[in-house]
């Protein structure tokens, strides 16, 4: 590409430098390496950086910035020489050997993949065991190719839900609340005297439990996506990182798909940018028949960064009027943001957010008793929070689910501490959906 062997090493070194710090960094944070699905966060990261940025430390972000521009000048710089002195510019034939050099290599990975022989070096979607064997960047590119070989692979198919007869239509609703954690297993003093009453009050009524998610501190379409469409990441193989990415694939699969002959309206709700993992265009096409956006919160006060759980918990209350005056179903998912960070006061800015998700708990479990309805009520953190030098990546990281049951559901639903994977989830609430539902 540059036509000069000494600037092209030293750029090498640079990006092998900002590789590895990037992925040390990430794994200090999140307690996972860099891998080959972050390449589908670049364009969320040039429309929203604060979205990320907030969650790297200061002096990794100089470095980071300092690195990346010192590349992209380089490469500047190298590219307005030759256009104005190509003919004395060196290194054409070495660009053409560079070039073949490229296709090369892009075939042999291509062979290396549809061969079966990726699966082989790395049969496991385990990135720390690849990274030992083989590197990083090795198992960056074998994860890549793993990646296209397991989305052709077909999941199971999961069927839809028919309302009996003399069933009354059920009113569901499912909140997944930004970072909502049980602040009692952080071992912390401070997050020891958080109080969350309506979660509290929850479990001793037995409807708590616990949801085993594999994310921490960030990939809320992990936990989304096996809740909104069923599948285990054992299944998914290397899909599992970002399994939005071929979710489109099998969308009858999706929660709202399976509920369309329950429930005549299927609302998601997310206040935020609906393109982030590409929810504007998967969730119609997964069933849902109405989004809504940050765009419908234009004129609320915010939270911190963020659109606060209490405006959502005012627009949830309103679909619940607009569900009870009709007598057919409704199926109401939400993606809360407030709780997201960053936290600029730390550990007490979290909590302080962190009640507000109990709040909005709180109301939406009353205004569902007062509904007189058959409703499902189910509430669950997304991964827990990523607080350097108070909360930290751990092989510990399930969140509570709430789950609760009114009419002909309240003595069904209880969890008693059970423990469920998001896609058990799913295909407990189908469950439930189905025995209220029976004649």
Not at 278 to 301: C, K, Q, S, W, Y
Not at 356 to 374: F, I, K, P, W, Y
């Amino acid at each position: 590409m540059l036509g000069h062997p000494l600037v092209a090493a030293a750029l090498t070194v640079l990006m092998g430098v900002l590789l590895l710090f990037g992925s040390s960094l990430k794994r200090n944070i999140l307690g996972e390496p860099l891998m080959f699905s972050d390449v589908a966060v670049i364009g969320a990261f040039v429309r929203h950086p604060r979205f990320y940025i907030g969650a790297i430390p200061p002096v990794a972000r100089v470095l980071v910035v300092t690195g990346l521009t010192l590349l992209g000048l380089s490469f500047v710089v190298l590219l307005l020489r030759d256009m104005f002195w190509f003919r004395t510019a060196p290194g054409l034939t070495v660009r053409i050997q560079g070039g073949c050099l490229f296709v090369t290599g892009w075939l042999c990975l291509h062979i290396l993949g549809r061969a079966g022989l990726a699966r082989r070096i790395l049969p496991d979607a385990d990135l720390d065991m690849g990274e030992e064997r083989y590197g990083l960047l090795a198992t960056i590119v074998l994860g890549w190719l793993r990646w296209k070989d397991d989305r052709r692979q077909k999941l199971p198919n999961w069927s839809p839900v028919s309302l009996g007869q003399s069933a009354q239509a059920p009113l569901i609703v499912v909140i997944q609340c930004e970072s909502f954690a049980d602040p009692r297993e952080f071992g912390l003093e401070e997050a020891s005297v958080c109080m969350l009453p309506h979660l509290l009050r929850a479990e001793r009524d037995g409807d708590v439990g616990k949801l085993q998610v594999s994310g921490f501190g960030a990939y809320t379409m992990r936990a989304e996506y096996g809740v909104l469409f069923g599948h285990e990441e054992s299944e998914l193989g290397f899909r599992r990182f970002d399994p939005y990415l071929t979710a489109r694939k099998q969308p009858e699969d999706a929660l709202a798909a399976r509920l369309a002959q329950v429930c005549e309206e299927r609302v998601f709700l997310h206040p935020h940018d609906l393109r982030f993992y590409g929810r504007d265009d998967l969730m119609p096409i997964g069933g849902f028949n109405r989004l809504i956006g940050v765009e419908e919160f234009a004129d609320t006060a915010r939270c911190g960064f963020h659109i606060a759980d209490d405006a959502v918990g005012d627009r949830i209350l309103r679909l619940i009027d607009e569900a009870v005056s009709r007598p057919s179903g409704t199926f109401i998912f939400t993606v809360t943001i407030e709780n997201h960070g960053p936290w600029s006061g730390g550990i007490a800015d979290y909590l302080h957010h962190l009640q507000h998700g109990d709040e909005l708990l709180g109301r939406v479990t009353q205004a569902l008793g007062q509904t007189g309805r058959n409703a499902l009520l189910v509430f669950y953190g997304d991964h827990r929070p990523s607080l350097p030098g108070a909360v930290m990546p751990s092989a510990t990281r399930h969140t509570p689910v709430v789950v609760k049951g009114y009419g002909t559901l309240s003595t069904l639903a209880q969890l008693n501490g059970m423990s469920l994977t998001p896609a058990t989830l799913h295909h407990r609430i189908i469950s439930l959906i189905a025995q209220s539902s029976a004649p």
